[in-house]
């Protein structure tokens, strides 16, 4: 019944806690664009922090997919084995002299108003204790998001020569989610809308790196009664592992899909099957019209 239609979604966790609300939201959307468009959903581990990650979170986070019957396909990335092919990358940037390190503090760069100026480019700082930064271009990235519609970007207004490698040693979150979309054949993107704002960077990066460009939906980012992100930050309650079906239906509510009510009273493979056969992008609204005073 599953044609190839060479579609390769995604769904890329990093385990800083267990899945909470906003998460399973991120992960039944890519799932559904998957499984509609008979495509493969792959699972990436975005563990480059170990220090923010608790050990038990990653596996947490798997059996709390499975148990909501969001089965991916192959094998698990985990980002924390891929440091070389990262290195790879900087390297490729390097021999374009598109890199540079930088001794700026966030402070620094805060106080000058939130976008990086560039004052590094010059000084030739040996890499040693420095973030690496990429030079920017006076360009602008355009791109259609599937949902958020028409999107636009000026790296060097709104962003500056963004961090590569921090200051501790850590490959940043820009580089490693392009260089493993590109290796995992990633064609569609669909994620939450607190990344929307990164997806000019990584665009840039593609181009650099000559990485396919993949399409890219943004889902609306669930947020409690005071309108803050779910996140382990916001005390987002991990999911009632006993009320698998109710969370999905809710989470088919917060992507405006109809799901039918009978449903509430089958099997999460039964919710998802419904879903991915009913998925409509189309209805999945821009921004959040549901606040979860329950679940935050
Ligand atoms: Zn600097």
Redesign the pocket.
Known sequence: MRRNTGYIGRFAPSPSGPLHFGSLVAATASFLDARHHHGKWLLRMEDLDPAREPPEAAGQILAALELHGLHWDGPVLFQSRRLDAYADALKTLEIQQRLFA???SRQQIQADGGVYDG??RFRKLSHAGAALRVRVEDTVITFDDRIQGSQSQSLERDCGDFVLLRKDGLFAYQLAVVVDDAEQGITDIVRGSDLLDSTARQKFLQGLLQLPAPRYAHVPVAVNARGQKLSKQHFARPLDLAQVVPSLLLALDFLGQRPEPALISGSAQEVLLWGAEHWDIQAVPKLANIRLDDIA
Do not use: A, E
């Open positions: 930088c001794t700026c004052r590094c």
